[in-house]
């Protein structure tokens, strides 16, 4: 041993066994290198084609959330328009569907490149090492957005944060992550997608091109499994889909009335429909409002968690009750709950909306049951769940 001996070496020949040592060697044998993973799955053209359509389901879901955010809290200038009234549900639906295929799609593509966890150097360059922390970030935020979206799909916030603002927040981490990860990779993906050989068939597993096929085909069944929530036609083979054609009327309830704590107020005799403009206040009781002239339309609810229901809904006109009031139609209007608390008891009805929106009576030809929203409650076109506001007491003029 010499004094000038750099300071790491000795570090390193202080921890690590000698090179060449009995130890070293068993070491160097033991632990695996990207190399040592030669099974199908993990060639990269496998990983790209799974990459492909990883991007396609990503971008699916990335637009239509982003749209999804701009009707709950429209920007100056967003526009969304009230025809055609299943607009919000497609988009929403393509947006829980596209989430849903992407976590086989995920899972597979983890699958086929975890190899690279073993690539050695671990860190070769300073954009080495940015890529590699990048790529952390990209599939923390992926798994991020999947995980709390199937979560809330199930209506299960098992969560301390709000999840809008944090599944909204890390969709954009994740869309960043994305972009960058395929400006770096284009020269690999654009190799990698030539025609899909299989130059090292390997007869103990799968073949590349069974590999992709298996993903494909669960990718599929998630979906079909699911799907039934939002697309009437898939109802009956979609053992998983979370919601039903359950509940009063024949259509599921959210938020009962009992859990929003509302039950005496809406069955109370006293209960009155104020509808604010200006200083001027007219209260309408529920005998009242089932004598103003009804209109019946087909409507669907389209919640933000997925399930959307078409049902024929009975009420009175948005615009009569403007004009009841005095005011012409080209307002917002606000409507308030009976509910004391939670995110949705009230709602902001934009201009484009007025003319198609009814505050409904009845549901299905009954009236309208205490968990749908008795006495009233909104029914706007090509609108989120979120915004069809039940249990309404108070319709003010903006
Ligand atoms: N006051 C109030 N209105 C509400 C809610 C709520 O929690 N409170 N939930 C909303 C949601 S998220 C949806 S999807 C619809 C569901 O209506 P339904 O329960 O009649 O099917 O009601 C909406 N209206
Ligand atoms: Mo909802």
Not at 205 to 234: C, D, W
Request: charged share 20%.
């Amino acid at each position: 041993m010499t004094d000038d001996e750099p300071r790491h070496q000795r570090v390193k020949r202080r921890l690590l066994p000698a090179e060449g040592s009995r130890l070293a060697r068993l070491i160097d044998r033991v632990q695996p290198r990207e190399e040592d993973f030669r099974g199908p799955a993990h060639h990269e053209k496998v990983t790209a084609r799974l990459g492909v359509w990883l991007g396609v389901a990503f971008l699916l879901c990335f637009a239509t959330g982003l749209l999804s955010h701009a009707i709950q809290k429209p920007p100056g200038w967003f526009v969304w328009p009230a025809a055609p009234v299943n607009l919000y549900r497609v988009t929403q639906g393509v947006h829980v569907i596209s989430g849903i295929a992407a976590i086989p799609l995920l899972l597979a593509k983890l699958w086929s490149v975890y190899p690279k966890l073993f690539s050695r150097p671990l860190i070769r360059s300073l954009p080495h090492a940015l890529e590699r922390l990048s790529i952390l970030v990209l599939s923390g935020a992926a798994f991020f957005e999947l995980a709390t979206g199937l979560f809330n799909v199930a209506q299960n916030y098992l969560w301390g944060f709000y999840f809008p603002a944090a599944h909204y927040a890390v969709a954009w981490l994740a869309a960043g992550s994305i972009l960058l990860h395929v400006a770096v990779k284009l020269p690999v993906i654009r190799r990698a997608l030539g025609r899909l050989t299989e130059d090292e068939p390997d007869r103990r597993g799968l073949s590349r091109r069974a590999f992709l096929r298996t993903t494909y085909l669960a990718t599929g069944v998630a979906v079909v499994a699911t799907a039934g929530a939002t697309v009437p036609l898939l109802r009956e083979v979609s053992p998983l889909s979370w919601r039903s054609d359950r509940g009063p009327a024949g259509l599921p309830v959210n938020r009962t009335a009992g859990a929003a704590r509302v039950t005496e107020l809406a069955m109370s005799p006293d209960w009155r429909l104020e509808i604010v403009h200006g200083t001027r206040t007219t209260a309408l009781s529920l005998a009242e409002l089932e004598a103003l002239p009804q209109t019946t339309a087909e409507l669907p609810i389209a919640c933000v968690e997925g399930w959307s229901q078409s049902a024929s809904w009975t009420g009175v006109p948005v615009v009569d009750l403007l004009r009841l009031a005095g005011a012409g139609p080209d307002h917002e209007v606000r409507f308030t709950s009976l509910e004391q608390k939670g995110a949705y008891r009230t709602s902001t009805l934009p201009t484009t909306h007025t003319r198609g929106t009814l505050l409904a009576l009845r549901l299905n030809g009954e009236r309208l049951a205490l968990d749908h929203g008795f006495p009233c409650r909104v029914i706007a076109p090509s609108r989120p769940g979120v915004l069809q506001t039940k249990w309404v007491h108070r319709l003010e003029v903006l």
